[in-house]
Structures are given as structure tokens and as C-alpha cells.
């Protein structure tokens, strides 16, 4: 079976429960061997508030890993005398991004197949003095790629972004062809990912009524459409621009196995209305297999006992189905 290691994520916030949630379930246990990275203080406690029936063992390396029933195998990393559930410190910033650089690093040396990244707090990151935005941008940058896009799936549907933690009044100026091109392959290697032949690759435009021909505005025109023929010319199924206001109802139907959206909202307002608690976030044009939850710290729940893990089953059965 395959090795995933599992990053703990904000120690205040509902990783730490979903992720001992998840590996409870037994169709988690006889996918995968996860190998959890965070710190010792912090999955004891939520062992004691779950009262699940799973013993932790410390290992120092995935190699030591097994697939024992009922064991959570850990990596302790020690960032963590204690914690304060429920909100966002420099603490938990600093912690769970030490989590995020060890998992990768064993990512990169192939002792695990592939990464889940339990959820963080930018806020959290922020405090810590990161210069990250996110999960995206950090690993980005420890794997040095280049041409990479967060993509989310969920309950049939499947959105890619071109720009992705930015203002929104930043974005038209980002809408740019190569920008478009780019996001357009990269959904073609995500497809490529899950293994779908010959993907039809939908556009959306940026403005209402995909700009109406220049009236509503011409990002379109300039940047969007020249970007999709080039696209065409390289043997990619690719069509567009739609207004954005029907592209996700036609993917949805299964016209197109994905659409290229021009910013964060546009894409994941549809997803998560559809996919709340089973969408997965996954980064594609990583030289690493990442998945994670496509959802937030939720500290308003957090350390509570009620956080849904289903969104952490999914991410974790989708890094062990995805190629790369």
C-alpha cells in the first residue's frame, strides 16, 4: 500500500480531529499507510477529546511505518509545549508550517507517495511573519515549480483557477494569455492526473455574459480567447469563453470533464455549495502528488467534537488515486 503522510495542520483549529476521524474509518485503513506529521502534544489531546479506540505510536521516519489496525503512527516534530484551540497564533503558525516543509521534503525524497495538508490559518501564518498565502504558494516554492494552479473536485464537479489568493480588483490585470494558456495546460495535466483520456476543457470568461462581445469588458477578447486558440493548436480539446453564470451548470451535466475559472470565487462558490464537506483540494504542477480538505481551520467548531471529516477521506483517497 501506499505511504501518505498527513500534515496536522493548525494545532487550534479541526485538523487534528478530522485527520483521527479519518483514520478510524476502515476504508482509509486498508487504502493507505498514513503517516501523520505534527506534534505529540496535540493528537494526545484530541485523542482524549474523541474517545476514539486508537493507540499513537512515535516513529521518526515514514520507513518505520506499518499498517497496523487501530495505530496512528506520528511524526513528532515538538514545535508544541502546548496550544490554544480555537483561534489563530504565531505558535500555530510556525508549527504547522514546519509540519507542511517535513512532509514535502519526504514527498520529494519518495518516501511517501504523496501529501494531505490538514487546514491552516493564513491569518495564523501572517502572525508567524510567513510571507505565504497558503498551502499553494508554500509549496510552490519548497518544490521550485514554476506553472502550477489549485484545482477542486468535488461531487462531479472540477474547477481550476488561473489567479488564485489575490484582491479581487487585482485579477483583471492578471487575466492575461499566457496566464490563461497556462492554467488550460495545467488542466489538461490535472485530467492527465486522474486519468482521463481526452479531457474536454471548458473557459470561463472573467466578465458577465463572458463580456458580450467587448460591451461588459474586453479581457476576452485581448487576453481569454487568444490563449484558447493556442491552446487548440496544441492538440487540446478546449472550449470557450462561457459566461460564467452557466459553464459550471453544463460541467456539472457532464459536457466537460473540467472548467478553467478566472479567479478564486468564481470557481469555488459552485464547488463548495455542491461539495461542501466531500470537496478535495489539489495542486497541480507540483513535481508532488497534494491533496488537502476543501475547507477552512473552522475555528467556530473547533475542539468541540462535531468537525465532519469527510472532506479529509476524500483528500486522503484522492492522493492515493492520483498519477503523476
Known amino acids: 500500500m501506499k505511504k501518505i503522510a498527513i500534515t496536522m495542520g493548525d494545532p487550534g483549529g479541526v485538523g487534528p480531529e478530522i485527520i483521527l476521524k479519518a483514520l478510524s474509518s476502515a476504508e482509509i485503513r486498508d487504502l493507505c ?30 520507513e518505520e511505518a506499518g499498517a497496523e489496525p487501530g495505530t496512528i503512527e506520528l511524526i513528532d516534530m515538538r514545535m508544541l509545549n502546548k496550544f490554544w484551540g480555537g483561534k489563530p497564533t504565531a505558535e500555530g503558525g510556525i508549527a504547522c508550517a514546519s509540519y507542511i516543509k517535513k512532509a514535502a521534503e519526504f514527498a520529494l525524497d519518495k518516501k511517501v507517495a504523496g501529501i494531505v495538508t490538514a487546514p491552516i490559518s493564513k491569518e495564523a501564518l501572517k502572525m508567524a511573519g510567513m510571507k505565504w498565502p497558503g498551502h499553494t504558494e508554500m509549496l510552490a516554492e519548497i518544490t521550485n515549480a514554476k ?17 488564485i489568493h489575490t484582491s479581487l480588483k487585482s485579477v483583471p490585470d492578471l487575466i492575461t494569455k499566457a496566464s ?19 479531457p474536454e476543457i471548458a473557459v470561463a470568461g472573467l466578465n458577465p455574459h463572458a463580456g458580450e462581445a467587448g460591451i461588459f469588458g474586453d479581457e476576452e477578447i485581448r487576453e481569454i480567447i487568444p490563449a484558447i486558440e493556442d491552446a487548440k493548436k496544441e492538440g487540446l480539446q478546449v472550449t ?28 469555488l462558490i ?3 455549495m455542491l461539495a461542501f464537506e466531500q470537496g478535495v483540494n489539489i495542486t497541480v504542477g507540483l513535481p508532488i502528488i497534494r491533496t488537502s ?4 481551520t473552522a475555528y467556530d467548531i473547533a475542539w468541540k467534537g462535531i468537525a465532519n471529516p469527510s472532506s479529509m477521506i476524500e483528500a ?4 492515493v488515486r492520483l498519477k503523476i
Open 293 to 296: 480538505p476543501d475547507h477552512g
Open 33 to 62: 499507510i498514513p503517516v501523520v506529521i505534527g506534534d505529540r502534544v496535540v493528537i494526545e489531546e484530541t485523542l482524549s477529546l474523541l474517545n476514539l479506540p486508537l493507540k499513537l505510536r512515535i516513529i521518526k521516519s515514514p
Open 147 to 163: 506553472d502550477y494552479a489549485m484545482m477542486l473536485a468535488g461531487d462531479g464537479l472540477r474547477v481550476i483557477l488561473v489567479t
Open 316 to 319: 486522503i483517497k484522492m492522493a
Open 180 to 198: 490563461v494558456l497556462k492554467a488550460i495546460r495545467l488542466a489538461k495535466k490535472a485530467c492527465d492526473m486522474l486519468e482521463i483520456e481526452n
Open 270 to 272: 459552485p464547488l463548495k
Open 240 to 267: 470557450g469563453p462561457f459566461p460564467p453564470d452557466i459553464i459550471f451548470h453544463k460541467v456539472y451535466k457532464g459536457e466537460f470533464d473540467i472548467v478553467v475559472c478566472m479567479y478564486h470565487d468564481q470557481g
